[in-house]
């Protein structure tokens, strides 16, 4: 009995296998944010770890998308990167300052970890039949289930204690890294939404999905999310416009749901900082520098200060964690902004090279969702919106320094990346 049962779990389909783990990910991924960057950063490696082992034993008996297809010329870009990226670390290495050294050290790390999931992720998805989506449904389900934990918690009297002082609540250490993820919440609920054709008991699930994820994305407060999904859903729209398959009907009830997410938030707000209240009470005048500073939550001073250290060293920057070092930096560890991240931290060389690989992925994102040819247009639709929704974000905040928006825009972008390989007929057995 035992034998049969050993052969029977040998011969579950790999792309089963993934698919589950993909799952089980995104979720553990989703509720990782109420602890510290270091915690998350470290517990994502390690799944992403688990998922890479269990790729190598299983490829051992099958056959998978060699990645050595890669054009030359984008090869050509990641080995000068690489060495880019090389030569800024160990220009900014430190030996006597172990506490940096140590810091570093993980940072790298977790890159080369993050690298290699890509890779083994982008595999497993070109090496299946059909391209899988369905695990970026997760996400909003998951922030689903956070909002009702909030909800709880409102209904019983006791949230402004717990959510100010108490880590068992999630989020409440920076209730913004719950943000970044209901940014790719809603821009992956809206697509959906507009996605489900047939009126079902699937499409009322889907408006639930954007009803919920959009009003705890607005009762968190977070100017950069809100901005950064609203100029998704106005893209999204505007393309279906281009391509002649706007349903105006959908497009009218997507507005009532918004409405209704916006008129939700505003009930349930209960502090300073959440809700859209917080617009109507923020004023700036254009005149006045600290009030434009004390606007943008201080994300002025930071730039400035980011832009001065540029220019201390344009050509390699600081290093790995270069920003948290740095001795005039103004607070947190970056500089809530992924270009001037990059910047700062690996310098204008590897800053060009990095815009080059990121014009290229959404070049490819383009030709994807427009090509009527394209087999799994929906699913590049789908993971574009991700994409652009959390990139769009790291333009105001530190998006792409923390592990589980990063995680999302690897999962995405080797979505991408396979389609493209699936659509070009690069299977190599």
């Not at 729209?237 to 281009?242: E, K, P, S």
């Not at 006045?288 to 540029?310: G, L």
């Not at 001037?340 to 490819?364: N, P, R, W």
Request: some cysteine.
């Amino acid at each position: 009995m035992k034998k049969r049962l050993s052969r029977n779990f040998t011969k579950i389909a790999p792309s089963s296998i993934f698919n589950t783990m993909l799952i089980i990910m995104v979720i553990a991924v989703t509720l990782l944010g109420g602890s510290a960057p270091f915690i998350v950063a470290f517990t994502i490696s390690e799944l992403e770890l688990i998922y890479i082992a269990v790729f190598i034993l299983i490829k051992k008996k099958r056959s998978f998308i060699h990645l050595k297809i890669i054009p030359r010329e984008m090869f050509i870009i990641l080995i000068l990167l690489t060495i880019t990226i090389l030569i800024s670390t160990l220009l900014n290495h430190e030996s006597d300052n172990d506490n940096r050294t140590t810091i570093v050290m993980f940072s790298v790390i977790f890159k080369m970890l993050h690298l290699a999931f890509f890779a083994a992720l982008t595999s497993t998805i070109s090496c299946c039949r059909k391209v899988k989506t369905d695990t970026l449904i997760f996400i909003p389900i998951t922030i689903t289930l956070i909002a009702f934990i909030f909800l709880i918690m409102g209904i019983f009297s006791f949230p402004s204690a717990l959510i100010e002082n108490t880590l068992t609540v999630p989020f409440s250490s920076n209730r913004r890294y719950l943000g970044y993820i209901c940014t790719a919440g809603v821009a992956i609920s809206v697509v959906l939404f507009t996605q489900q054709i047939k009126l079902n008991s699937r499409l009322l699930f889907l408006a639930s999905l954007v009803v919920v994820n959009t009003t705890l994305l607005i009762w968190l407060g977070g100017r950069a999310s809100i901005i950064s999904v609203f100029v998704t859903i106005l893209i999204y729209y505007t393309y279906l416009y281009q391509l002649h398959i706007l349903d105006k009907k959908r497009l009218f009830i997507l507005a009532l749901l918004l409405f209704l997410s916006i008129s939700l938030s505003y009930q349930l707000s209960i502090f300073e900082w959440n809700g859209p209240g917080r617009f109507m009470v923020s004023q700036m005048s254009l005149v006045d520098e600290d009030s434009v500073n004390s606007f943008s939550s201080n994300r002025i001073v930071i730039w400035k200060q980011t832009i001065d250290a540029i220019l201390e060293r344009p050509l390699f920057g600081f290093g790995p964690e270069g920003y948290r070092f740095h001795p005039e930096h103004r607070f947190g560890l970056h500089p809530h902004n992924s270009i001037l991240q990059i910047l700062v931290t690996y310098g204008v060389i590897s800053g060009f090279l990095f815009a080059i690989l990121f014009l290229k992925l959404l070049h490819m994102c383009k030709l994807q969702i427009y090509d009527l040819k394209n087999r799994y247009k929906n699913e590049s639709v789908l993971a574009t919106s991700v994409i652009l929704s959390l990139s769009i974000h790291s333009v105001f905040d530190g998006t792409f320094y923390h592990a589980q928006p990063l995680f999302f825009l690897t999962l995405t972008s080797s979505i991408i990346i396979a389609i493209n390989l699936k659509n070009r007929k690069y299977l190599i057995k």
